[in-house]
């Protein structure tokens, strides 16, 4: 038992160092491409210094970890168990009899601590980051965009309409302002503003039409509203008061990558915009992804022991590495694969989320079946 121990945790050492030193070398080199494309699209900007592109690369480097994370530990499990295979280690152990089973717990959960702490910790501060990079990217590097460009002129909000009895719903929309067409205290506005008000069973009960509607701390301020009814009348022109969940961050937020919202943040921003009617499927499907992760990070580090654990006097060593790696792209490939079907809503976004984890899994164990027992 405590041979087991000490081995299990030997190997973990050796696996986590491995692991880190194959996340950082990675994370570096897509970080030095990544600083060259930037700086191949600020050399037509002239506000757009060395020293912003360096900024603007540094702030991504924890979202792109967070994305090699998986390979990372790929990689670099399969060089630690084929180092300790050359080595004779784990041959020696089991053949004193120590299973690979035994052996493998610490690897493994040393690959969940990492996905767990990617999922939990990384992931808000990657979010944050990311976000700042993608506000300097669309500032200096970009010729337009914005929520005016994303919304394509109009933008459309659903939510609820708490001034009717029984609480119906409210379609806003209208012409986004941009921030430097803002007036003193806005922070959003619409301009050509039409409101329809609805039952709950989606009735229309009235039309509101006015110049323009400001959001402010928790509601729509319309001025100079003009509401016509059932019997298509107008009323006189008054100030319309509308009580809402929406916030300016929000509505930026809905039209921006789910990769810039926080892991912890995203539950509450999925209801409060599916209530204000956007789609919600990316948003999900990011979440479960990240649920998923820790998963994704277990297999991994079965895939490399079971693709590089091979005696080398055995032959074919470097078939079995080559063909860990292929199984690695092939995994990245079917979460491609899922998460663009899961984004299309042909299937379930828990299924496109842990689908490739699930693949992966039962793969590694077979083989690892296959070693220990054929």
Do not use: C
């Not at 994370?27 to 491409?33: E, P, T, W």
């Not at 717990?105 to 990079?133: E, Q």
């Not at 999900?284 to 990240?290: D, G």
Request: proline share 5%; glycine share 10%; net charge positive.
């Amino acid at each position: 038992m405590t041979l087991a121990k000490t081995l299990m945790s030997y190997v973990a050492r050796r696996f986590a160092s491995a692991t880190l030193a194959m996340l950082v070398a990675l994370a570096g080199l897509v970080a030095l491409f990544d600083l060259i494309e930037l700086l191949r699209r600020a050399a037509t900007r002239q506000d757009a210094t060395f020293a912003l592109v360096s900024q603007i690369a540094a702030l991504r480097i924890p979202f792109v970890a967070m994305q090699i994370l998986p390979f990372a530990i790929l990689l670099g499990g399969i060089i630690a168990f084929w180092r300790l295979t050359r080595s004779s280690e784990l041959v020696v152990a089991r053949a004193a009899g120590v299973s690979a089973w035994g052996f493998l717990a610490g690897p493994v959960l040393v690959a969940v601590v990492l996905g767990a702490v990617a999922t939990a910790a990384i992931s808000p501060l990657s979010s944050a980051m990311l976000a700042r990079a993608e506000r300097l990217d669309q500032q200096y590097l970009r010729n337009a965009g914005g929520i005016t460009a994303l919304a394509g002129g109009r933008l459309w909000l659903r939510q609820a309409d708490e001034g009717l009895d029984p609480r119906g719903v409210a379609i806003v929309s209208g012409r986004p302002v941009t921030p430097r067409d803002l007036r003193p205290g806005e922070a959003f506005r619409l301009d050509g503003v039409t409101i329809w008000r609805l039952s709950a069973d989606d009735r229309p009960l009235a039309r509101v039409e006015a110049p323009s509607a400001v959001l402010t701390q928790g509601r729509w301020i319309v001025a100079e509203a003009v509401s016509f009814g059932g019997a298509r009348l107008p009323t006189p022109v008054q100030r319309l008061e509308l009580p809402t969940d929406l916030t300016p961050a929000r509505i930026q937020d809905s039209f921006a990558s789910p990769d810039t919202l926080s892991f912890w943040a995203l539950p509450d921003f999925i209801a409060v915009l599916e209530g204000a009617g956007f789609s919600a499927v990316r948003h999900r499907l990011h979440f479960q992804s990240l649920l998923a992760l820790p998963l994704l990070a277990a297999v991994m580090a079965l895939l490399a022991a079971g693709f590089s654990m091979r005696s080398s006097r055995r032959g074919g060593v470097a078939q079995m590495i080559g063909g860990g790696v292929a199984a690695g792209f092939a995994l990245f490939v079917i979460d491609k694969v899922t998460g663009e079907f899961g984004e299309a809503g042909t299937l379930p976004v828990v299924f496109a989320a842990w689908a490739p984890a699930g693949a992966g899994f039962l793969l590694a164990t077979a083989l690892l079946l296959h070693l220990e027992d054929g």
